[in-house]
């Protein structure tokens, strides 16, 4: 079994659930691939730095963080030190994290969003010194050979831009479906804190069970705020080559077994792939 | 109000108050997009059309 | 054999050597701790993100930095960062290293020295909020589960606070001696881009080959600047247990075989220990 | 220029030029010295004796 796990990169975030569940699956010889977010402890780091957070919306209505040089120097120190916390609560689990930083091992290149369209109000803008990007290309072979070493591969939310020379903060759920389709895994898990895809967001029991490539329009309707982003990397995933991807609760006891044993939404890239499921699932 | 000359028609575009670096303009006469590259000295070129919208 | 080895924390520092270095002895069954330093890389966060660098200078003449809360976050990020930029480069040697972030790990402790006195000019202060600690105590149960996991613990200038429940900046060096100690290693080698403790650094050819806790106080004098704190790290290590460490330099091919084949200055725990030395060395 | 007690002898103290909070003041009656916690309002302290010297 090869797959690619994505968690939140939230400061407050309890993962010992989840560093458990996963320690025990690749001791058993699985191989994993963990990905992790670090929007949470950015925003921490920025504060205790006095920079503060400003955040800008596209003209079609996405609201991000504007990710000037000061940010991006925060940003990717954020992300490395959640990158440290992990990899030094998988070592008291028992699993060696080789944490891959892109500029080191040139896991993850990307390319900048160096101009950019910002709307604030009625006024409009032109961002010029904008460091963040998106996933252009992955080199499996770091990952391969930290396998080889033993080691879980643990990527944070950065990939390397030739032309800066610098690491710039990518999304953390679509470097999950890069890395996924380029190691051809067998599946990916998004755990957050929500169930799954909600038909409906104050209806708990409207968790959308499964659904598959042929209708996605349909779940794309259902998808608020940060789950259109998801929804899009799950796109990415099932486009890149993978049978299956998960959405999933983060807050259970063994997160990722629940996710990989048929819990939260599951995806599937076709809808045959999706009725056989169904049919051994029995 | 400032103003300055649009690159495209040479016609006069006026500064909103308040106007900022990377601020897009619209030249009323001929409708191009302008950026404020700088305000001292006033400058403007034609606003780069940006490809994808950066929440994909 | 057991060993630590420390080195320095500039960003431009060229680590490949030495990462070879002992990735080759740890492939042949060697069990090291990698502890670095982070001053450099800390400037260079605190320059990007606008926190100016304040310096300070004790009664007796010490000058440090000055590490507020913002401080305290900008090191504590810069310092893990470089600890993953290490992981990475090492991942690519085939050696899979743990990162032990303290406050996850509880591998170091420190206390934290909430008052200091400081000078300026003819002007004396006091200090309150000062986030820099020294170490008190090591745990070395993280780092044997780490070796367990077939991986190398790998350990930021950090030690964790149990009263602020932070982070505090420690000496890279003086965390070292207290590994070192700790662990029981055979060598603890400290490298950084001179060749060794020098009677008189502007003669290249002054290298202090050989000294011992014996004869402390004539290689106390010869010291300058940051070799001073270099020197009270390895006595402390000394007296620690330990009966050898090495000041050695890092810009050589393999500068770890060389410091501990014989390179460098080799101080030894005792009189003794240091002739016995001598003559194997023959 | 401003003044304030010492704790210990009563003496009245004078503060330099731009004294800051956090600052070491002598009392040249007794010779005790004092800590400026707070410039607004002005007081002081006995300034605690630190152990080690911290380049150690």
Redesign the interface.
């Known amino acids: 079994m090869i797959g690619v796990v994505k968690i939140g990169g939230a400061s407050g975030n309890d993962t010992r659930f989840l560093l458990e569940d996963l320690a025990r699956r690749v001791r058993s010889g699985e191989r994993w691939v963990l990905v992790h977010g670090a929007s949470g402890v950015t925003d921490?780091?920025c504060e205790?730095?006095?920079?503060a957070c400003r955040y800008v919306t596209?003209?079609?209505?996405?609201r991000?963080r504007y990710v000037g040089?000061?940010e991006?120097?925060?940003f990717?120190?954020?992300a490395?030190?959640f990158?440290?916390?992990l990899?030094?609560?998988?070592?008291?689990c028992?699993?060696?994290?080789?944490?891959?930083?892109p500029?080191?091992?040139r896991t993850a290149r990307a390319e900048r969003?160096a101009?950019?369209?910002a709307v604030e109000g009625s006024?409009?803008?032109?961002?010029?010194d904008n460091y963040?990007g998106t996933v252009s290309a992955i080199d499996r072979l770091?990952l391969e050979?930290?396998w080889?070493?033993?080691?879980l591969?643990l990527l944070?939310p950065l990939a390397f831009d030739d032309e800066s020379g610098l690491n710039l903060n990518v999304d953390g759920d679509r470097l999950a479906a890069a890395v996924a389709a380029s190691i051809g895994a067998d599946v990916m898990v998004i755990l957050s804190n929500v169930p799954g895809l909600m038909e409906d967001l104050s209806r708990p029991d409207s968790l959308v069970r499964r659904g598959s490539l042929d209708g996605w329009e349909r779940l794309e309707r259902m998808a608020e705020g940060n789950m259109?982003?998801k929804l899009?990397a799950c796109r990415e995933a099932l486009e890149g080559g993978l049978e299956r991807v998960v959405l999933s609760d983060s807050r259970c006891e063994r997160p990722l077994t629940h996710a990989v044993e048929g819990g939260g939404s599951q995806l599937w890239n076709s809808l045959s792939a999706l009725r056989s499921s169904m049919a051994v699932a029995g | 109000m400032a103003q300055v000359t649009c690159v495209v028609c040479e016609g006069q575009v006026t500064l909103?108050e308040g106007a900022?670096e990377?601020?897009?303009l619209l030249c009323a006469d001929c409708g191009t997009e302008l950026?404020l590259v700088s305000l001292d000295p006033l400058t403007v070129e034609e606003?780069?059309q940006?490809q994808e919208?950066?929440?994909?």
């Open positions: 921490v780091l205790a730095a006095g920079v596209s003209p079609s209505g996405y991000s040089p000061a991006r120097a925060l990717e120190a954020a490395l030190s990158s440290c916390r990899s030094s609560e998988l070592a008291a028992g699993v060696a994290a080789a944490v891959l930083r500029d080191a091992a969003k101009v950019l369209r006024r409009r803008f032109i961002l010029r963040s770091p050979s930290a080889k070493a033993g080691a591969p944070p259109k982003r899009l | 909103p900022m990377g601020e897009i950026e606003a780069p940006v919208d950066w929440g994909e």
